[in-house]
């Protein structure tokens, strides 16, 4: 977690590793902890939020139905998803099941959607810009 200012507006962003296992209820956890509205939450979730973060369909569990509606009930959204949502661009190959997925997540609180004009994947990094 880093403290910035950008613009005169005090901004947090914390990067998230989840662990394979429980990946969810961490994320679900870290979530709850957070209370600033000027947080963009990002990382590796080792979980799918949405069947469209997946190129074989597969059903979410309950876990993860959960930690959608604590993203939901903390009025979160996925901005990298808002800036392209025409295109489904896969962060993982998984050889083993054939298919390719999205656990990279950019979240943040939607009341402060305006703030961002462009948001940027790298394979390494994100780059998100503001006003």
Not at 26 to 52: A, E, P
Not at 94 to 101: M, Q, T, V, W
């Amino acid at each position: 977690m880093f403290k910035r200012t950008i613009h005169q507006q005090d901004l947090t962003i914390i990067n998230i590793y989840a662990p394979n296992n429980r990946a969810a209820m961490f994320i679900k956890q870290t979530l709850l902890n957070q209370k600033d509205h000027n947080v963009i939450i990002l990382g590796d979730f080792n979980t799918l939020l949405s069947s469209l973060n997946r190129s074989s369909k597969q059903k979410l569990n309950k876990e993860t139905t959960e930690l959608n509606n604590t993203i939901n009930n903390l009025d979160l959204t996925d901005i990298y998803r808002i800036f392209h949502s025409s295109m489904n661009k896969y962060t993982f190959f998984s050889a083993a099941h054939g298919s390719f997925s999205k656990t990279d997540h950019i979240l943040c609180h939607k009341a402060t959607l305006s703030k961002y004009k462009k948001v940027e994947y790298y394979p390494a990094f994100y780059r998100i810009m503001m006003e």
